[in-house]
Structures are given as C-alpha cells and as structure tokens.
C-alpha cells in the first residue's frame, strides 16, 4: 500500500522518493518508467533469501525481462576491484543503454550498483529500492554514488541521480537492533541541522521504536527526505549547502577506514563523529551544550556508541584523506546553533588532537 511521497526536483531533474508499505506496487512503478529494456537488480545475498520471491513476483508482474546480480555484503565489498566482473558480466548479458539498474538493499548496494550505472555504458537509468533505515533517510536520495579504494571510502564516485526511490518498509522489519542505530544516527544528524520541530521530536526515540510500524519512525524517514530533498534541490554537486550533509562524517569515515570498516557501522562511526563536531562546535561557536546533553540522553536510550578510543594522530591522518580535505587542512561541517551549520570549517592539526583526546575522556553520566 503507497504511504506518502516526497519530490526531488532540480533542473531538468524530477523524480520522486515514495513510501510503501511493501514491495506490492513496485509492479506499477516499473512499468510508468518509459521503455525498460531489461531490469538488473544488484542485491545482497541475505537480503535475496528473505525478499527475493517478493521482489521476483512484481517484477513477473511488470512483464519486463530481469537478471539478478548477488553481490556479497559489507562495506569492504564496495570497493573499486570488484568492478570489473560486473561490467563484463553485463556486456555478457547484453545489458544496452535502455536497461535499468535496480539497486535493492542497504547503502552499500545502493552506492556499488548506482557507480555501476553512472559508468556503464557512460549512463543507465537506475532506481534505489533501499531495504534499511540508513538507506531510506540517507544514501539513496541525492544521487551521490561511488566505490571504496584502499586509501578511503568514496573516494571515486559520481553524481547519477535516480529516477525513483521506492521504500518498501516492510523491510524494516527485518533489521538487526544495530542496523536500527546506523540509521537513527542519521536521523539525528539531520534533526541537528533542521532542527525546531524534528529535533524536539526524535528526544522521543527509544529501543521500542525500532520497528517499521512506529509513527516515530514513519515521521523521521519523512522529515529526512524532505530535509535531505531541500538540500539537495540547492546544491547536486556538492559545492556549497550541501556540505552540511557530512556533519559527523569528517572523523566517522576516519573511524570506519581506521578500523577496516570491521568494528562499527557506518552510522556507529557518525554518531561518534557526531559527538567530535559537536564539541567543536562548543568551542568554535560556542555552541549551547544543551544540545549534546539532548543528543547523549538520545543514544542512552538506544545504546548508541559515542567514543572510541584510537590513538588521534591516527584519526588525523585518515581523515587527512576525506574528500573536503584541501591543501592537507581538514575541514569540518560544525554548527553555529541547532538548526544553523557552517561547513568549510578549517582545524588545525594540534586543534583536533587536543579536541579528540578530550572526547575520549567523555563519560555520558557527565551528560545526562
């Protein structure tokens, strides 16, 4: 059953980010979309044990031919040297300029198979039929696509915009507890930068909502859309506003590269990120620490990590190659007050060490 929508529309770009119940529907979609040749679905082989038969009968529906490609999971399977094989394995299977890419599972098949289509044949059309909260209220809207190289994560990529976003939340319902945690983090995140009613809002989040039916999560995966679509529609490129979109990001990615993408998830890693720019907001803008004690009581009440405890020369170095690095000085997205970020923020080496040892002596009991 179709739930809601949102659209995304900039230049001669349009497409919209619906809300379904489930995949009943998607049918109907891929048949609106004007002269498919062949559906590709790029999935991951756990989520085509539980969803597979689903996906299967609304695509026998759609009366389009379709091929399946099952990649391994896990972000260090997103990575530049598994390319290859898929290219050759669709000029195999004749896959021509009218085909469509439908990437269906998390953010890590979302951004491997929307590479896939930016850079076959210079451009497929492709949709995102994300199959986890991350997925819903982050990567698959916005049309930022790439692959992982050995010295970083996203580190070659495109902009390839989708022609739909179809969010069968049922899915939802399958989830591990921590897959609830890596897309809450970005929730919040995005609560931070809107901040007023959303922020206020998701002080209401608890272990009881991790479940696709709660009004709360509903409400959250509606206001990041739009929130993410309002930010996207001013900015495709990544040139300006739309920076802000990499709060908590600078230090989560050092984290995830340090550790070898083995210990957190990508939303673990952010939301201690989270912490870090937070507290440089504090100290830059002097931003009101109300805000971090309301973020802390938030992940208490879903056990979100919020500290590491790597060494920061380390972090420093990792994060000397994050794409908004320039000239060797990182930069950080920070926030001047809840609902006003500031991107382009440079800090100083010495700056940041000092900052981060002092976040890993942080105890939430200091908090809350």
Same mark, same amino acid.
């Given at each position: 059953?179709?739930?809601?929508?949102?659209?995304?529309?900039?230049?001669?770009?349009?497409?919209?980010?619906?809300?379904?119940?489930?995949?009943?529907?998607?049918?109907?979609?891929?048949?609106?979309?004007?002269?498919?040749?062949?559906?590709?679905?790029?999935?991951?082989?756990?989520?085509?044990?539980?969803?597979?038969?689903?996906?299967?009968?609304?695509?026998?529906?759609?009366?389009?031919?379709?091929?399946?490609?099952?990649?391994?999971?896990?972000?260090?399977?997103?990575?530049?040297?598994?390319?290859?094989?898929?290219?050759?394995?669709?000029?195999?299977?004749?896959?021509?300029?009218?085909?469509?890419?439908?990437?269906?599972?998390?953010?890590?098949?979302?951004? !491997?198979?929307? +590479?896939?289509?930016? /850079?076959?044949?210079?451009? #497929?059309?492709?949709?995102? $039929?994300?199959?986890? =909260? @991350?997925?819903?209220?982050?990567?698959?809207?916005?049309?930022?696509?790439?692959?992982?190289?050995?010295?970083?994560?996203?580190?070659?990529?495109?902009?390839?915009?989708?022609?739909?976003?179809?969010?069968?939340?049922?899915?939802?319902?399958?989830?591990?507890?921590?897959?609830?945690?890596?897309?809450?983090?970005?929730?919040?995140?995005?609560?931070?930068?809107?901040?007023?009613?959303?922020?206020?809002?998701?002080?209401?989040?608890?272990?009881?909502?991790?479940?696709?039916?709660?009004?709360?999560?509903?409400?959250?995966?509606?206001?990041?859309?739009?929130?993410?679509?309002?930010?996207?529609?001013?900015?495709?490129?990544?040139?300006?506003?739309?920076?802000?979109?990499?709060?908590?990001?600078?230090?989560?990615?050092?984290?995830?590269? !340090?550790?070898? +993408?083995?210990?957190? /998830?990508?939303?673990?890693? #952010?939301?201690?990120?989270? $912490?870090?720019?937070? =507290? @440089?907001?504090?100290?830059?803008?002097?931003?009101?620490?109300?805000?971090?004690?309301?973020?802390?009581?938030?992940?208490?009440?879903?056990?979100?990590?919020?500290?590491?405890?790597?060494?920061?020369?380390?972090?420093?170095?990792?994060?000397?190659?994050?794409?908004?690095?320039?000239?060797?000085?990182?930069?950080?997205?920070?926030?001047?007050?809840?609902?006003?970020?500031?991107?382009?923020?440079?800090?100083?080496?010495?700056?940041?060490?000092?900052?981060?040892?002092?976040?890993?002596?942080?105890?939430?009991?200091?908090?809350?």
């Amino acid at each position: 059953m179709y739930i809601s929508q949102e659209r995304v529309h900039f230049g001669s770009v349009d497409y919209s980010v619906k809300l379904y119940e489930s995949l009943t529907g998607l049918a109907e979609e891929l048949q609106a979309i004007a002269a498919i040749s062949k559906v590709v679905v790029f999935t991951e082989k756990k989520i085509a044990n539980i969803y597979g038969n689903e996906l299967k009968q609304e695509l026998e529906k759609s009366k389009l031919a379709y091929s399946f490609i099952i990649l391994k999971g896990g972000e260090r399977n997103k990575h530049i040297d598994r390319l290859k094989a898929i290219y050759n394995q669709l000029i195999d299977e004749n896959v021509d300029r009218k085909s469509l890419v439908l990437a269906f599972g998390g953010g890590v098949v979302g951004d !491997f198979a929307g +590479y896939v289509a930016a /850079s076959y044949l210079r451009g #497929v059309r492709f949709i995102q $039929v994300p199959t986890t =909260l @991350l997925a819903c209220v982050d990567s698959s809207v916005g049309g930022k696509v790439a692959v992982n190289v050995d010295r970083g994560k996203n580190m070659v990529g495109a902009f390839h915009q989708p022609s739909l976003v179809y969010a069968p939340l049922n899915t939802l319902e399958t989830l591990p507890r921590r897959e609830w945690r890596c897309g809450l983090a970005e929730v919040i995140k995005h609560s931070l930068l809107q901040g007023g009613e959303f922020f206020a809002k998701i002080q209401n989040f608890t272990k009881n909502d991790f479940q696709a039916k709660s009004e709360l999560v509903e409400y959250s995966i509606r206001e990041s859309v739009k929130f993410k679509a309002s930010i996207v529609e001013q900015d495709e490129k990544e040139s300006g506003i739309r920076s802000v979109l990499n709060l908590g990001h600078t230090l989560g990615h050092a984290i995830e590269s !340090f550790t070898h +993408y083995k210990k957190y /998830s990508h939303g673990e890693a #952010v939301a201690i990120g989270l $912490v870090t720019a937070l =507290l @440089l907001s504090q100290q830059v803008y002097a931003l009101q620490p109300e805000i971090l004690k309301s973020v802390f009581s938030i992940y208490q009440a879903i056990d979100m990590p919020y500290k590491e405890e790597i060494a920061a020369e380390e972090l420093i170095m990792h994060m000397k190659h994050d794409k908004k690095t320039q000239n060797a000085v990182i930069r950080f997205v920070l926030l001047q007050e809840l609902g006003k970020p500031t991107w382009n923020n440079e800090m100083q080496d010495e700056v940041l060490q000092k900052l981060i040892e002092k976040h890993w002596e942080l105890e939430v009991k200091d908090y809350t």
